[in-house]
């Protein structure tokens, strides 16, 4: 739809203009006017759609400045948290709101002073909970409610801390809800928090007659070396290649770095300034590849991806989808390809239940035999033995994806990765389990499940 259609304030039109839109999207097109009618909104859209827009600058139309907290924004990651504040900053160019970022694993103090001030606060729950016990936020004003990748927050966890937020929440709100999936605890809130809310469905943002999805058979042994012929093979922009466990992130970036291609890992072991100067890395071309697990990129806004590649696979259609929502938009092309060794085929059995994917078996190419060398671990592992990389013992019981026993239960969780490691120490308490105790109330981490510093948010 052309902008002349929707009317918008002029100072975030003039916004508009200055980040060079031409049109709106789809989403766009349809929750604009329903927010600016004052509806409540259910939004199902995957990754790269458009929903920042889509509700940013209808819900910033009802702030005024200096009146108080007037919009929420709750995300799961603290990733998707800077996003959404960087794009407000922009979309407020010229109406001068205050957007503050509330997000945990990093100190409490400047937030504070910021909340005084603040007119918008876009963050995640655990730690925007730990405000309102400090009473140093104030939520009696909002207008807006929004809650940003709502499956994802529920799914790690977050469902409680959601549920205390909005019951201090202005009742009078208008309440706003994006979802890549309807599941039972997104209904449990559409149901009990919303007000006759209208539905908006939008269909996966990625042109899929230009995105090419493909998968190898490989043996176990073999993974490594056709990952590192694929990626010399198929890379002609950036590449990003997803991994079950942050242990195999960091052990696959190293080892591709090795083979000279230029990788970084991305996971919630990292720090936040060392995540963001990845990421930034990443952007503007300083790096060929990023490695990341499915929590710390779900969410991020990654444009020119020409490679999505499944070291791993996932455990749900619904979480292929959005890795392979990072290539093939805006009319651009992309290629997705898996690798499945023995192992992933009971996932990739589950991800071909969405009989709408179109994934094609291609024949194992010649490729180059190379050496994946035993990463900083605990224990014996990638060094060879039965199944390859993988043949002894590592850090605990569940069964890696190069033969043999890897990450298991003990420090990171096996596949759930980055839900039940412990706090790294940066200030927010350990909590174990998604029960309202845990092992403390104060300075959380938003890592709801797990109490890791890093909170994934």
């Known amino acids: 739809m052309n902008l002349k259609e929707i009317k918008l304030q002029p100072e975030l039109e003039k916004a508009i203009l200055d980040l060079g839109f031409s049109e709106f999207t789809e989403i766009q097109e349809k929750c604009i006017p329903a927010i600016q009618a004052g509806k409540d909104i259910i939004g199902v859209s995957h990754t790269g759609s ?23 924004v709750l995300v799961p990651t603290r990733e998707l948290c800077n996003q959404v504040a960087k794009e407000f900053h922009k979309f407020t160019k010229y109406k001068k709101l205050l957007t503050v970022e509330v997000y945990g ?19 995640t729950p655990g730690r925007v909970l730990d405000h309102l016990e400090r009473r140093t936020i104030d939520f009696s004003k909002v207008k807006v409610l929004v809650l940003d990748e709502a499956d994802k927050m529920f799914e790690m966890g977050f469902i409680d801390d959601v549920k ?20 039972q605890e997104v209904q449990d809130i559409t149901r009990n928090y919303m007000k006759a809310p209208e539905k908006i469905k939008m269909q996966t943002y990625v042109d899929k007659s230009k995105l090419i999805q493909h998968y190898y058979d490989v043996d176990s042994r073999d993974k490594f070396a056709m990952a590192v012929h694929v990626l010399k093979k198929e890379l002609s922009g950036l590449a990003l290649v997803f991994c079950a466990t942050r242990h195999m992130t960091d052990s696959l970036a190293r080892n591709l770095n090795k083979q000279g291609i230029k990788a970084q890992p991305l996971h919630g072991g990292l720090t936040q300034n060392r995540r963001q100067a990845v990421l930034e890395d990443f952007h503007k071309g300083r790096l060929d590849v990023l490695v990341a697990s499915d929590v710390a990129a779900r969410g991020l806004d990654i444009k020119n991806v020409g490679l999505v590649l499944n070291y791993d696979l996932p455990k749900t259609s619904q979480d292929y989808v959005h890795r392979i929502g990072r290539t093939a938009r805006a009319g651009s092309d992309g290629k997705v390809v898996s690798l499945l060794a023995p192992q992933d085929h009971d996932n990739f059995r589950r991800v071909l239940e969405d009989r709408a994917l179109m994934v094609h078996k291609e024949k194992l190419p010649e490729f180059e035999k190379v050496e994946f060398t035993r990463g900083e671990s605990r224990g014996r592992s990638f060094g060879g033995g039965r199944g390859g990389f993988g043949g002894g013992r590592s850090t605990g019981g569940g069964r890696s994806g190069f033969g043999g026993r890897s990450e298991g239960r003990p420090a990171y969780g096996g596949n759930r990765e980055d839900r039940y490691s412990r706090s790294s120490g940066s200030g927010d308490r350990p909590r174990f389990g998604s029960s309202r105790g845990g092992f403390g109330r104060n300075n959380r981490s938003d890592d709801r499940r797990g109490g890791s510093s890093f909170e994934d948010k």
Do not use: H, Y
């Open 50 to 72: 458009g929903k920042t827009a889509a509700f940013g600058f209808p819900s910033l139309e009802k702030v005024t400045q200096g009146k108080g907290i007037q919009l929420l």
């Open 105 to 123: 694993g990093v100190s409490i103090n400047p937030q504070i002073d910021g909340l005084r001030r603040a007119d918008v606060v876009v963050g």
């Open 164 to 183: 205390d937020i909005i019951s201090k929440v202005n009742k009078d709100r208008q309440t706003l809800l994006f979802s890549a999936t309807m599941s």
